[in-house]
Nanobody, 127 residues
Framework: QVSLVESGGGSVQTGGSLRLSCAAT?????????FAWFRQAPGQEREGIAG???????TYTDSVKGRFTLSQDSAENQLYLQMDSLKPEDSAMYYC????????????????????WGQGTQVTVSS
């Protein structure tokens, strides 16, 4: 049973920074796991914002490119999201997501491709 626990959310002013963490447990040694970050603001659909492929290449949605950085510590089963130059429109609940793969992770940012989700961590950016 995969468990994902996010932390690091909070309230910051415009231009501030936060670093989100996601601790993954219960991973099977049979599979490779693909990870991504999503966010969801009230009344909006869940949006994929950052993913990582099997070669370590990261993918970002346009609205966060140049401001957010995804990194992964595979040895510790940790995923991170460094968020800089935060804007009020970045306010949302942020989720870590994972899915098992036999061969390859392509860093996709499609919510229904991921099976396991954390409980989320709230990010609020004030102007």
């Amino acid at each position: 049973q995969v468990s994902l626990v996010e932390s690091g959310g909070g309230s910051v002013q415009t231009g501030g920074s936060l670093r989100l963490s996601c601790a993954a447990t219960g991973l099977s040694s049979t599979y490779k796991y693909c990870f991504a970050w999503f966010r969801q603001a009230p009344g909006q659909e869940r949006e994929g914002i950052a993913g990582i492929d099997s070669n370590g290449k990261t993918t970002y949605t346009d609205s966060v490119k140049g401001r957010f950085t995804l990194s992964q510590d595979s040895a510790e089963n940790q995923l991170y999201l460094q968020m800089d130059s935060l804007k009020p429109e970045d306010s949302a609940m942020y989720y870590c997501a994972a899915r098992a793969a036999l061969v390859y992770c392509n860093g996709e940012l499609v919510a229904n491709r991921y099976n396991d989700w954390g409980q989320g961590t709230q990010v609020t950016v004030s102007s």
